[in-house]
């Protein structure tokens, strides 16, 4: 009924990061690398709120970047993290290849975060783009500049007890979507950058 502080979600990711994930009925394993986040459609609620601003704390504490799931408003939830002082470069928003918020992925690049395109290969779900719009949103930020704010990936998820079947391969992105992009006029250079180079620089540790 209380939201938590954000310093009680910064302290529990702190651990995680420092002394392993916990594993129901198991130790800690092995130390969280990226603290994500997400925030209800609806409305980010307070208990969010403080979930973001933890996160960010957490990264500036430990030097691990965050992902953004965001709610319903992309840029206000952005704020929120980097309003704890964490640079953007240091944070990914995902989902940005929802139809409602597509629009938003070059002001967020413009901000310094990372664009998060990442239902690669859904194509009949009508609340996200297709990977022709997806492929347009790319090419997009690519002459915006934003080339170096980019990350792809396909949402695989193999199994999922409870959730239906998704028959995606985990290779998606580099097996199809690449070269469907570099059909639309993606340069190799830019291809790597976005595939290899981007996710090295975000997952860094610093």
Do not use: M
């Not at 690398?33 to 500036?60: H, K, N």
């Not at 980097?82 to 918020?101: F, I, N, Q, S, T």
């Not at 007890?161 to 580099?174: A, E, K, M, R, T």
């Amino acid at each position: 009924p209380t939201p938590w502080p954000a310093e009680k979600f910064a302290d529990l990711f702190s651990r995680e990061v420092a002394e392993g994930t916990v594993i129901p009925r198991l130790e800690r394993r092995a130390a969280a690398g990226l603290v994500a986040t997400a925030a209800d459609r609806a409305g980010i609620t307070p208990t969010e709120e403080s979930l973001f601003q933890g996160a960010a704390r957490t990264a500036l504490a430990t030097g691990i970047p965050v992902s953004v799931r965001f709610g319903s408003d992309a840029v206000r939830e952005l704020e929120l993290v980097l309003d704890e002082g964490l640079p953007a470069d240091r944070v990914v928003v995902g989902g940005l290849d929802r139809k409602d918020y597509a629009g938003s992925a070059v002001e967020i690049a413009r901000r310094g975060a990372y664009v998060g395109i990442d239902h690669v290969g859904l194509n009949d779900d009508g609340g996200y783009l297709d990977d022709a719009g997806r492929a347009a949103l790319v090419l997009e930020l690519v002459a915006a500049g934003c080339a170096d704010r980019i990350l792809l990936s396909s949402n695989a998820i193999g199994a999922a007890f409870g959730q239906p079947d998704y028959d995606l391969p985990y290779g998606h992105v580099l097996t199809s979507f690449l070269p469907f992009l570099g059909a639309q006029g993606l340069s190799e250079a830019d291809a790597r950058l976005i595939t290899a180079e981007n996710p090295q620089r975000l997952l860094s540790v610093r």
